[in-house]
């Protein structure tokens, strides 16, 4: 596959993963683009032995995880700095509350919720944030139980 192909294919994914990490839309394309270069960089040696999709997004997350160390904070906002004004008020109120209580997770649930929510397979998952599959599968439920009942507390 070529780089191209990988750069389009992959790019919106990555930069939402980066935003999971530090809800600041200029250093999560930084973060981005750094996966990218580090993915030109490295590709000619992409063994196979993994999914590429799981190889980019492990290299996504090293480079956060780097980042995080870096300036140990993470900017909590109500919503993910990406998003517009307008895209706020085309959000459905339930989609709006989402956003706001996956932004108050914990770094390593943010990432897993994220990247159940683009459709990430649990395997790759597991792979992406180095835990069991089981461990992410438990993770996941336990997320799910965490914004349930941060949905009921709003009196949702």
Not at 21 to 46: C, G, K, P, R
Not at 74 to 99: G, H, R, V
Request: charged share 25%; with cysteine.
């Amino acid at each position: 596959m070529s780089f191209d192909i990988i750069y389009k294919k992959y790019w919106d994914r990555i930069f939402r993963l980066c935003m999971g990490y530090v809800n600041d839309y200029a250093i999560a394309q930084d973060m981005a683009q750094e996966t990218f270069i580090s993915v030109w960089h490295n590709l000619s040696s992409f063994r196979q032995e993994a999914d590429i999709g799981t190889w980019i997004y492990r290299i996504a997350t090293n480079i956060c995880l780097r980042q995080i160390e870096k300036d140990k904070r993470i900017i909590k906002a109500e919503f993910p700095a990406y998003l517009t004004d307008e895209m706020k008020q085309n959000m459905e109120p339930d989609i709006q509350l989402l956003y706001k209580f996956i932004a108050e997770l914990q770094e390593i649930d943010r990432i897993i919720i994220s990247l159940e929510l683009e459709d990430v397979n649990q395997d790759q998952i597991a792979q992406i944030v180095g835990l069991s599959k089981n461990n992410v599968r438990v993770k996941i439920h336990r997320i799910k139980i965490q914004l349930t009942q941060k949905f009921k507390a709003h009196g949702n």
